[in-house]
């Protein structure tokens, strides 16, 4: 029944064109998990870039690139998305999905654990971000965001996906380390004024999980 319903979604509020129907096809054939963003999860980035009118996007786990290119293609022209994927030829399958979809030109993939590519965007300078999505290794969503709400200007946002987790998250005793990251991340918001945030449940094609997403207020 939630596919029948995201199907219904997708045949009459989406837009998926060939590029993106080749990116979800050969991250497939390459052997990547299919853990993207489920198409209407994947419009509702889109649509949240356009809210924030984002200019800068920064991305934790970039797998086959589905998500990446959702968001890059809602970037103005001068737009750019940094996205960081630990393994290797994920990034290659992504890199090749990116550049067929158009959007070559405003996505850089970075190789290796974002935990270590992370003092590198700082030397950097990168950033401040309108808009972070943590979606890499669950453990280390607290840090992700700890690490972005510093470099996210205010109005921007930060989403965090699999959160819920299949409702674990409501469930005080789960042993699962994701999980007990997600109450974590959960309770250090808890009255900290530098965000206002929300968790929203969801259902569809990928199950049952959730988004964390977080407004960053003014100084
Ligand atoms: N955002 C993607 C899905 C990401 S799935 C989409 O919706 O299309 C999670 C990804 O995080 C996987 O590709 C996994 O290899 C990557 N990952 C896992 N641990 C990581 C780490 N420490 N650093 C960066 N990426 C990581
Ligand atoms: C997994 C990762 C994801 O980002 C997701 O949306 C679903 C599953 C995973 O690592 O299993
Ligand atoms: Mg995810």
């Known amino acids: 029944m939630f596919s029948a319903v995201d199907e219904f979604v997708a ?17 497939e054939a390459a052997g990547l998990p299919s853990i993207q963003v489920s198409p209407p999860q994947g419009k509702l980035l889109q649509l949240f870039v356009r809210l ?10 970039t797998l086959g690139g589905y998500s990446a290119i959702l968001m890059a293609r809602a970037l103005p022209a001068d737009g750019r998305l940094i996205t960081l994927e630990a393994k290797q030829e994920y990034a290659e399958v992504a890199r090749q999905s990116i550049e067929r979809a158009g959007v070559g030109d405003r996505v850089e993939v970075r190789v290796g654990p974002a935990l270590e590519a992370l003092p590198i965007l700082e030397e950097e300078g990168a950033g401040p971000f309108d808009l972070v999505f943590i979606d890499a290794d669950k453990v280390n969503t607290p840090n992700y965001f700890g690490w972005a709400l510093d470099r996210t200007r205010a109005g921007g946002l930060i989403i965090a996906d699999n959160v819920v987790r299949g409702g674990t998250l409501g469930d005080a005793a789960d042993p699962d380390e994701a999980t ?7 309770e250090e918001l808890c009255g ?4 206002s945030a929300t968790t929203i449940q969801t259902v569809g094609v990928k199950g049952y999980d959730g988004f964390l997403i977080a407004l960053v207020e003014g100084a």
């Open 192 to 195: 900290d004024p530098r965000v």
């Open 180 to 186: 007990k990251a997600q109450r974590r991340l959960h």
């Open 11 to 27: 045949a009459t509020l989406l837009d998926e064109d060939e590029a993106l129907t080749a990116a979800v096809e050969s991250a």
């Open 52 to 61: 924030v009118g984002a200019k800068r996007i920064l991305e934790f786990g």
